[in-house]
């Protein structure tokens, strides 16, 4: 049963913007961290940014400065903004939600950024 979705991927050229959104039901999102995470070709899935209910946020050193995460509780949705996107930052991009007794992953939604 799929709890966590993503939509918002698509191509764009460096330097360009895209958003991600991140729906689930108000329950989830009123309890857990919310987390997205990218995995490139051949490489491990890794941290982007996270996060908690009250919305503290931490980011990778990566996306510092380029990115920003907020979430909406009353709505159930996130949002992963991408700036100054670098053809590095090509990948699948997943949301995360999770918390004490629950980890719900989302099925990931391509990113790719033409140099």
């Known amino acids: 049963q799929v709890q966590v979705v993503e939509s918002g991927g698509g191509s764009v050229q460096a330097g360009g913007s895209l958003r991600l959104s991140c729906a689930a039901s108000r329950s989830i999102f009123s309890a857990n961290v919310i987390g997205w995470y990218r995995q490139a070709p051949g490489e491990s899935r890794e941290l982007v940014a996270h996060?908690?209910?009250?919305?503290?946020?931490i980011y990778s050193n990566s996306v510092k400065g380029r990115f920003a995460v907020t979430r909406d509780n009353a709505q159930g949705t996130a949002t992963l903004q991408m700036n100054s996107l670098k053809p590095e930052d090509t990948a699948v991009y997943y949301c995360r939600a999770f918390g004490t007794g629950f980890d719900s992953w989302g099925q990931g939604t391509q990113v790719t950024v033409s140099s």
């Open positions: 996060i908690t209910v009250g919305g503290t946020t």
